[in-house]
């Protein structure tokens, strides 16, 4: 599954963004897929995820309240609304998919979006 995202910038605290991820896979729509962020010198960390039919949502708890996840499977794409941006938010951001069943691992990533947030 190839996936590609956009809608990276530099903006300001308390600014918004929001990314996309899209793909041309058929299989897209029964794919569990989520967002993760890495910053310089950091693990990459789960930023949250949405089940097949977006019903299902999770969060990591530095994000809650503040960005949403959304998907759209007749385009084939994900986002994330990023609001109230910090600077600890600062980091390239990737989505990857999944097959829909618990625990399973994320088998296909994307290239990633720059993501900075200045104070």
């Known amino acids: 599954v190839q996936l590609m995202e956009s809608g990276g910038g530099s903006v300001q605290a308390g600014d918004s963004l929001r990314l996309s991820c899209t793909t041309s896979?058929?299989?897209?729509?029964?794919?569990?897929m989520a967002w993760f962020r890495q910053s310089p010198g950091m693990e990459r960390e789960f930023v949250g995820r949405i089940s097949w039919d977006g019903f299902f949502k999770t969060y990591a708890d530095s994000v809650k309240d503040r960005f949403i996840i959304s998907r759209d499977n007749k385009v084939k794409s994900i986002y994330l609304q990023m609001n109230n941006l910090e600077p600890a938010d600062t980091a390239i951001y990737y989505c990857?998919?999944?097959?829909?069943?618990?625990?399973?691992?994320?088998?296909?990533w994307g290239q990633g979006t720059q993501v900075t947030v200045s104070a």
């Open positions: 990857a998919a999944r097959e829909p069943i618990e625990d399973a691992e994320y088998h296909s």
């Open positions: 896979d058929p299989e897209f729509s029964r794919f569990t």
